[in-house]
Nanobody
């Protein structure tokens, strides 16, 4: 069975830092893309950052220059280093990963349980 386990999160003051981690285990095929999404109360879930297996990254405009996504392919782990945090970063953060069956083209998506990040002013 597939497990997606997140850690990190919590309460920080504006200008502070937090580091999130997420490990995916039990998958039948190699993990391709990994990333982080967040959802604030009353708002849509939005993409924060993604990273391919080869290391190509993509960031939401709101976090560019402040957040850094990285991954360890050997451990199927993705990280999100959040610096210079702002109150608007407050949200539930979710880890995401995907894989594909090269034989039949089937795609699989996995989500973490979510972790609360709160930034006080």
């Amino acid at each position: 069975q597939v497990q997606v386990v997140q850690s990190g999160g919590g309460l920080v003051q504006a200008g502070g830092s937090l580091r999130l981690s997420c490990t995916v285990s039990g998958t039948l095929f190699n993990i391709n893309g990994m990333g982080w999404y967040r959802q604030a109360p009353g708002k849509q879930r939005e993409l924060v950052a993604t990273i391919t297996r080869g290391g190509s990254t993509n960031y939401a405009d709101s976090v560019k220059g402040r957040f850094t996504i990285s991954r360890d392919n050997a451990e199927n782990t993705v990280y999100l280093q959040m610096n210079s945090m702002k109150p608007e970063d407050t949200a539930e953060y979710y880890c995401h990963a995907d894989s594909k069956d090269k034989d039949d083209g089937s795609e699989y998506n996995y989500w973490g349980q979510g972790t609360q990040v709160t930034v006080s002013s």
